[in-house]
């Protein structure tokens, strides 16, 4: 089987990290891999922004990277999420609504892609540590994932999870409006942070970066004793051990 990654914006540009360790758990997997290097944006930003004629032409590119894809699996709930909810918004009845619908049936997120459609779980990973997962607001209501990130922690050697209170509430960050609404976004981050320090886990877990990325910088900026870190970086953790 060959699949075509997506890396999103926040993992090519913050924790490229995860985009390699994506790689690793798949080629683990059996699965060939393949990397278009001419690969942008999806466009979710500009459309949440509501630049919708610039998400467009970024969408239209995104639908031209991936045209001849089987498969294309992404490390981003959020990201797979926009192409799937909101590309049939811009390119229903267009000149690209086949080659749109094609890309919806085959763009999936890794979670679900290793849960669902490869049917792997078990990495031999290893995480001596005590975790807690947060729900992504994307994840759970626009992609519709459930348990599929906790199947595979399920399977990581030495790792405890121990679910938190509020694990379905939004942390704060929703791309702008993390931006516009800066007071109301970090005091989301607070709460969400505060009911994960109550589990006494080392880490928050989550299929979206983003995600972790806001909860780190108030973790950080109140010296919490605390980390962030994604599913992925856990699934590819500890083969040599």
Request: proline share 2%.
């Amino acid at each position: 089987m060959t699949v075509d990654i997506f890396i999103p914006c926040f993992i090519d540009q913050l924790y490229p990290e995860t985009g390699f360790n994506m790689v690793k758990i798949l080629e683990r997997a059996g699965v060939d891999v393949r990397y278009n290097k001419n690969q942008t944006c999806c466009g979710q930003i500009a459309f949440n922004s509501g630049f919708w004629d610039h998400a467009k032409h970024l969408g239209e590119k995104f639908i031209r990277d991936f045209a001849d894809s089987k498969y294309v699996v992404a490390p981003s709930a959020s990201c797979v999420g926009m192409v799937r909810n909101y590309y049939d918004e811009m390119f229903y009845n267009s000149a690209m609504h086949n080659e749109y619908r094609m890309l919806k049936k085959n763009i999936f997120e890794i979670s679900d892609f290793l849960v669902n459609v490869i049917k792997v779980r078990d990495f031999g990973a290893v995480f001596n540590h005590k975790v807690t997962f947060h729900d992504s607001c994307a994840g759970l209501r626009e992609y519709g994932l459930k348990d599929e990130a906790r199947q595979l922690l399920g399977f990581v050697r030495g790792l405890q999870l121990v679910e938190m209170e509020e694990t379905h509430t939004c942390c704060g960050f929703g791309g702008t409006f993390s931006v516009k609404n800066e007071a109301i976004s970090v005091a989301m981050a607070e709460f969400k942070v505060g009911k994960a320090l109550e589990t006494g886990a080392e880490y928050i877990v989550s299929t979206d970066s983003s995600c972790l990325m806001h909860q780190e910088a108030y973790i950080r900026k109140q010296n919490l004793p605390i980390k962030t870190i994604h599913l992925v970086d856990i699934l590819a953790h500890g083969w040599e051990e």
